[in-house]
């Protein structure tokens, strides 16, 4: 997956915040919905999980081929229900949409 500023899509960034002590579920629940379900969705691009440190923060990163496929996902019986689940784990989730402004790469 390349990120470009002249692709047409959707990149969405997900937030999730949590304590140390469920953070293992979380990531094992978001591998599965992205496993079993988001990634084989129409317009799914591609993604990532990413986990800090301390293991209170977890955030994923997806590009779609435009906003109505990533909506329809989310809009999906199964999705509704891993989502509800999920979302019963964090303190806070936050998924948001964005375009690709500006790129930088080393000399």
């Not at 953070?23 to 800090?52: S, W």
């Not at 081929?65 to 229900?81: C, H, I, N, S, V």
């Not at 949409?97 to 500006?102: D, G, L, P, R």
């Amino acid at each position: 997956m390349q990120i470009t500023t002249d692709q047409d899509g959707q990149t969405v960034i997900s937030t999730f915040e949590m304590t140390p002590g469920t953070c293992t579920d979380v990531l094992e629940a978001l591998q599965d919905a992205y496993d079993k379900v988001i990634r084989h969705q129409p317009g799914f691009m591609g993604g990532a999980i990413h986990v800090n440190d301390a293991q209170t923060r977890i955030a994923t990163y997806s590009r779609w081929r435009d906003r109505a496929d990533f909506q329809a996902m989310l809009r999906t019986p199964e999705m509704r229900e891993r989502n509800r689940a999920i979302a019963q784990m964090c303190a806070r989730f936050e998924p948001i949409m964005y375009e690709v402004a500006a790129l930088y790469h080393p000399d």
